[in-house]
């Protein structure tokens, strides 16, 4: 049985750590965020959405010249975004929402790429959120998922991955969710899962839209 998430939960517990986020998690995760950003494709006058955008950590990684979106399900995150929006000059714009990742409120095909990072262990229905990415990426369009993800070959480490999920929820995150698993099962066409962070202990998947 999988870890259960709560949305209540998740958005006060990073609200909470808005002002300190990447000083705690930043040596962290952020080796993968800035590797992700080496697979988008680089043109400029994109429109891509960030899902879970939270302080802004990737904001200065952008092409030149992008629109960025950013969502995310804590008001405190957002505000911090747009702090340090405003003091980048690369030439893009940026747009932030609060917005259930689940639930988003834009059109069909709208963006030409997706980006999210730590997001979908961390949210109530992760397969309603692979889909609501497919479903605003334009057809042929990037979507780029940054997260830890359970493996498949029943070892040792999965099942240690399967204990400790009840822990690691406290702190913000399930560890016992497949999440390539979960982006196929949505429609998402995965194309490669590259290793990343300390240990290997992360994944960027490269998908996109047939």
Not at 51 to 68: A, F, R
Request: with cysteine.
């Amino acid at each position: 049985m999988k870890c259960r998430v709560s949305p209540t939960y998740m958005e006060k517990l990073y609200s909470f750590y808005s002002p300190f986020y990447d000083h705690v998690f930043g040596h962290l995760l952020s080796p993968g965020r800035r590797q992700s950003f080496k697979y988008l494709d680089p043109r400029p006058h994109q429109k891509i959405l960030e899902i879970g955008v939270g302080p802004g950590s990737t904001l200065e990684y952008y092409p030149p010249y992008t629109q960025v979106v950013g969502i995310d399900i804590s008001a405190a995150m957002i505000a911090k975004a747009r702090e340090k929006a405003s003091k980048l000059n690369s030439g893009s714009s940026f747009e932030f929402h609060v917005m259930d990742a689940a639930r988003l409120d834009f059109p069909d095909n709208h963006f030409d790429a997706v980006m999210s990072a730590y997001v979908i262990t961390t949210v109530q229905d992760p397969h309603r959120v692979c889909r609501e990415m497919l479903r605003v990426v334009k057809p042929g369009g990037q979507i780029i998922v940054v997260n830890h993800t359970r493996g498949q070959n029943g070892s040792y480490w999965n099942r240690l991955e399967d204990l400790l999920a009840p822990l690691f929820v406290r702190i913000g995150f399930t560890t016992d969710l497949d999440v390539i698993q979960v982006m196929k099962d949505a429609g998402i066409t995965v194309q490669y899962a590259i290793r990343c962070n300390l240990l290997n202990t992360g994944r960027i998947i490269l998908g996109t839209k047939q």
